[in-house]
Every structure is written in C-alpha cells, then in structure tokens.
C-alpha cells in the first residue's frame, strides 16, 4: 500500500496562510495525491487532488514537488472553520484511497 | 444532490444480534466503499464495490458482510461482532468506477457500539 506521512498537528492563527505538508515516499508515476479533512463528528471532505502540476479550487491549493515525493496544501486565509484534521493520499489511477495518520490543524483566533 | 446517506446514525447491538448499515446516493456514482474509523485513527478501507461487483475486500472478518443490491444502495450487515468492532463506518461514493479519479464522498458515518 502506498504510505504518507504528515505531521501530528500544526496551528495557525486565523486570517494567515497554512502550509500543510506530506511526504508520498512510495508514490509511483501513476499516482494522484489527495487530499481530504474531516471536522469533529463529521465524514471525510473532499479538498483536493492532482497528478503532477500545482492545482488551485475554491477551498485551497496544492503544490507538489517535481520529484512528486512530497506535495503541500496551502489554505491562503485560514479560518476557525478550517479546524479539522487533515489527511493527504496518494493511490494508483484512483483505485482505493487508503488514508494516512493526518495532520490535526489548530486555527486559533 | 451531493449527499451520501447513511442510516442508522447510532447502533447500538449486543455481540449475537444480526444488524444491518445502510448507505445510498443518489449521484449516479458506480463506486461505493466501506471505510471502519476507530476514535482519534484515520478511517481504514474495508470495501469497494464497482458496478455493483465487490472489486476490494482488505481481508475483513467474515462476520462483515457486505451487498450492494443496485447502483444507488450499499448495505453493511453484521453478525457476531465483538467490542473491539465498536466505531464509526463510514460509507463512500465516488463517480465512475473504481479507477476513476475523482473525489470521494462521505456520508457522516453510522456510529455502531457493540456490548
């Protein structure tokens, strides 16, 4: 299975960026990294994916490195409603996403 | 609709009953999954049907049982289950079949304890 690894936790003050980073040490060429968050008492939510470029949508971007080997997800104004934990994937062609530990972000006013 | 429903939202079910989970969407997707998330752990894969087929089994204990009878209707149903199966079951869908790439989405979970 193809493993991640993100940082336990981070916090941000609110209204500033957040760099969320993962590390894809197993990722193979056919890949695609996602990522999703997961407020309390909630289902996995969608934030993003891609394969190789940078992507950009209305909730965040993410920037992966040209070896692919690690990506980050950027919140560019991070919000107290962006507490929630994390979770970057990568998977081949989009076969079954097996998440990882997570990063727990703190938003703190 | 962009939901994911999943039903009952709390179970609570002794170790010799028989209980059933059930997910539905109502999207058009062609893959749907069974995820198990233990408290303060990421959710673990346990199932994927595609068009209806079960394509991922990631060598669940017997006593979960999954069926997708059509497109739209996944069930989970159980018997036999022990304490440590206590947590929440989280249901998926996703558009296309299995090796599309696109997002997931989830229900918000049905929170099952086991006595």
């Known amino acids: 299975d193809a493993k991640t690894t993100q940082p336990n936790s981070m916090e941000s003050n609110e209204e500033e960026p957040v760099h969320l980073p993962c590390n894809h040490s197993t990722i193979s060429g056919t890949d695609y990294i996602h990522w999703y968050r997961q407020l309390p008492s909630q289902g996995p939510e969608y934030v993003i994916h891609?394969?190789?470029s940078n992507v950009n949508n209305r909730m965040a971007s993410l920037a992966i490195a040209e070896d692919r080997k690690s990506s980050t997800l950027i919140l560019h104004r991070a919000t107290l409603r962006d507490a929630a934990v994390y979770y970057c994937?990568?998977?081949?062609?989009?076969?079954?996403?097996?998440f990882g530990k997570g990063t727990s972000l703190l938003v703190t006013p | 609709d962009t939901e994911v429903t999943q039903t009952p939202k709390h179970l609570v079910m002794g170790m010799t009953n028989k209980k059933s989970l059930k997910c539905e969407q109502h999207m058009g997707h062609r893959a749907m999954y069974w995820y198990k998330q233990k408290a303060k752990k990421p959710p673990e894969l346990m199932f994927v049907?595609?068009?209806?087929?079960?394509?991922i089994n990631e060598s669940v204990p017997s006593r979960f049982s999954p069926e997708c009878p059509n497109s739209s209707l996944l069930n989970l149903h159980l018997h036999a289950l022990q304490p440590e199966d206590s947590a929440l079951y989280l249901c998926?869908?996703?558009?296309?079949?299995?090796?599309?790439?696109?997002?997931?989405?989830f229900g918000e979970g049905s929170r099952l304890t086991v006595l």
């Open positions: 891609g394969l190789t």
């Open positions: 998926a869908s996703r558009r296309g079949g299995v090796v599309n790439t696109g997002e997931l989405f």
């Open positions: 994937t990568d998977s081949n062609s989009g076969y079954a996403l097996n």
């Open positions: 049907y595609s068009y209806e087929k079960l394509s």
